[in-house]
């Protein structure tokens, strides 16, 4: 069974860091291209990064490059969100997810394979 695990959200100031963790099971990260996405209060889900480790692609939404870094550590089956420079606009619920196809990770995301269950990011100004 494929199975995501999200962790490492919290509450930080404007200007802080936070290093999101993403526990994978029931495939091995170096097999799936592998995804953040976020959801603010009142909007839609949208992309932050994707990963696929097998040929090193990755993509970054334009609102979080040169802040954030998307990377793996397939030996512990987890993939990270290091998130730098944040802003009040960073505020969200952050999720994970995972499909075999790149095409998904960098936009039809809503069709991903596996979704993790959220982490919440609150970003104070």
């Known amino acids: 069974e494929v199975q995501l695990q999200a962790s490492g959200g919290g509450l930080v100031q404007a200007g802080g860091s936070l290093r999101l963790s993403c526990a994978v099971s029931g495939f091995t990260t170096d097999e799936y291209s592998l995804g953040w996405f976020r959801q603010a209060p009142g909007k839609g889900r949208e992309g932050v990064a994707c990963v696929k480790s097998s040929d090193g692609s990755a993509w970054y939404a334009d609102s979080v490059k040169g802040r954030f870094t998307i990377s793996t550590d397939d030996a512990r089956n987890t993939v990270y969100l290091q998130m730098t420079s944040l802003k009040p606009e960073d505020t969200a619920v952050h999720y994970c997810?995972?499909?075999?196809?790149?095409?998904?990770?960098?936009?039809?995301?809503?069709?991903?394979?596996?979704w993790g269950k959220g982490t919440q990011v609150t970003v104070s100004s």
């Open positions: 997810a995972a499909d075999r196809l790149w095409e998904y990770c960098v936009g039809h995301f809503s069709g991903m394979d596996a």
